[in-house]
């Protein structure tokens, strides 16, 4: 069976055709996975446009799954479902893709789907890799989300633990943006960090201890924080600037009088990468886990996959990444997840609606 998925919750207009392999241990084969990407248009503004991306989305989205098709080699008629992301995201957004997809859903008499965004993420490693050794801890790390989940079983994702302020990649994006360095933040900070001293800047990690108020049914403990983090660099380039005021800037030693940006960049990454490895480990070693994953935009980053390699072969235990073209928002992921629901005998009815906080 071949089923298309479209995804269009941020600011990349996608649709993918993704086939059944009926291989149990590697269910699912990308045909094709278009995605038409908004990036220039937002990066004047230095960050995405809610009223731009869904206006882009109309325009985008007849051509970007017609293409899919095509590439695919499949037409409507070989089609045996349609998957489209109901939530998280912009609801705007959100909605071009709800009602293209149950529009042609009905004008193609195929059954539709509605798909987690984050439940695509985590199928990316599924995709990808084939099913993974559970119980699996997977980090969900992106623009919006930074969140560790355990799967028990395929398709069940339980809710471990969360960011309390910015996420993981919303961090790099604020860290780029305060440095000049343009949106999105996550693969320019990647690239200077590595010809730069990751010891230069002396940053602040932050480990959470107790429960958050806003989720007390959360242990809180694994839980992430990258506000602070943020701040710190910028009172760190204000400080060197000469900018700021000295009470604010007191708790930070410069260590350099000039604006290295490659120190700040692999300094800040270093602190990063290091947070969110830990945790995932944590968790990994509390649920006994047998692999662990990382998805979504960040999980595209370099020294995150270096180092989460190499931390797997010393604990002995294997980890999973998406290729870079299934870490960034695309539709195979949810075609993928969409095929995973359609199997358990998930539909959804005509009356589907954007969701701009669905819950996983
Ligand atoms: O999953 P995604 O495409 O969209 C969301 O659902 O948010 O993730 C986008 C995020 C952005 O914040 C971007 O800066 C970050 O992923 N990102 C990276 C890298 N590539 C993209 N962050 C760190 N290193 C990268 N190489
Ligand atoms: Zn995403």
New binding site residues.
């Given amino acids: 069976m071949l089923i298309l998925g479209i995804e269009t919750?941020?600011d990349?207009t996608s649709a993918a055709v993704v086939e059944e392999t009926g291989d149990a241990s590697k269910p699912w084969a990308v045909r094709s996975n278009i995605v038409a990407s908004q990036v220039a248009i937002h990066r004047e503004w230095g960050g995405v446009v809610p009223e731009l991306a869904s206006r882009q989305h109309i325009r985008d989205i007849c051509g970007v799954v017609e293409r899919s098709l095509d590439e695919a080699g499949a037409a409507w008629p070989d089609l045996g479902a349609v998957a489209v992301t109901q939530g998280p995201?912009l609801v705007g957004s959100l909605l071009v893709g709800v009602s293209f997809a149950k529009s042609a859903a009905a004008a193609a008499g195929l059954p539709l789907v509605a798909v987690h965004?984050l439940a695509g993420?985590i199928e990316s490693l599924v995709l990808q890799n084939g099913e993974l050794p559970l119980p699996a801890i997977v980090l969900v790390v992106?623009?919006?989300?930074t969140s560790l989940y355990l799967v028990e079983k395929p398709g069940h994702y339980e809710l471990l633990s969360r960011t309390r302020d910015d996420?993981?990649?919303?961090a790099?994006?604020k860290v780029?943006k305060l440095l000049g360095l343009g949106y999105?933040?996550?693969?320019v900070?990647?690239r200077l960090a590595r010809t730069g001293n990751d010891r230069a800047v002396l940053l602040p990690t932050t480990r959470l201890t107790h429960a958050d108020r806003n989720a007390p049914e959360l242990k809180g403990d694994l839980d992430f924080s990258f506000s602070g983090l943020k701040t710190a660099v910028l009172r760190y380039v204000q400080k060197s600037e000469g900018r700021s005021q000295k009470s604010e800037a007191s708790d930070f030693r410069l260590q350099t009088s000039d604006l290295n940006v490659a120190d700040i960049c692999a300094s800040f990454q270093r602190v990063v990468v290091t947070g969110l490895l830990d945790r995932l480990f944590d968790a990994a070693r509390r649920y006994q886990a047998k692999s662990v994953g990382i998805a979504?935009?960040?999980s595209?980053?370099?020294r995150?996959r270096a180092e989460l390699a190499d931390r797997g072969v010393r604990r002995e235990i294997p980890t999973f990444l998406p290729s870079l073209a299934l870490?960034?928002?695309n539709a195979a992921m949810i075609a993928a997840a969409g095929l995973r629901k359609f199997r358990a005998g998930a539909r959804a009815s005509m009356d589907l609606n954007a969701d701009a906080a669905l819950a996983l």
């Fill in positions: 919750s941020c990349e995201g965004h993420h992106s623009g919006g989300h996420a993981a990649g919303e790099y994006d780029a999105p933040g996550g693969p900070i990647d979504g935009g960040v595209a980053n370099s995150l870490s960034t928002d």
